[in-house]
């Protein structure tokens, strides 16, 4: 089993940066993804970034060029760095980590991101 614990999240003013860590915990050999997913309201939750554990890191379209993932391999940390923040990406977000065998998702309890104009 694995356990995700996210902290970071703020009041942050429009323009401004944050940055969000996860803690995984558990069994993390059983991992093949590790991401940071973000939801607001009446809408579904979305992948903001993911990144494998070879490596391999996905954006979306709206996180290109303003966030960056990493992962810190040697204490279990992902992190999301976020620059240029935009009232629009106000939302919860989660960490979910990828259990590789079948694609299952664990899912942090959220951490919330405000971003005032």
């Known amino acids: 089993q694995v356990q995700a614990v996210e902290s970071g999240g703020d009041l942050v003013q429009a323009g401004g940066s944050r940055r969000l860590s996860c803690k995984v915990s558990g069994d993390i050999f059983v991992i093949s993804a590790m991401g940071w997913y973000r939801q607001t309201p009446g809408k579904q939750r979305e992948l903001v970034a993911r990144?494998?554990?070879?490596?391999?890191?996905t954006y979306a379209d709206f996180a290109k060029g303003r966030f960056t993932i990493s992962r810190d391999n040697a204490e279990n940390m992902v992190y999301l760095q976020m620059n240029s923040l935009k009232p629009e990406d106000t939302a919860v977000y989660y960490c979910g980590v990828t259990r590789g065998e079948d694609g299952y998702i664990a899912w942090g309890q959220g951490t919330r991101v405000t971003v005032s104009s």
């Open positions: 990144i494998t554990m070879s490596g391999t890191t």
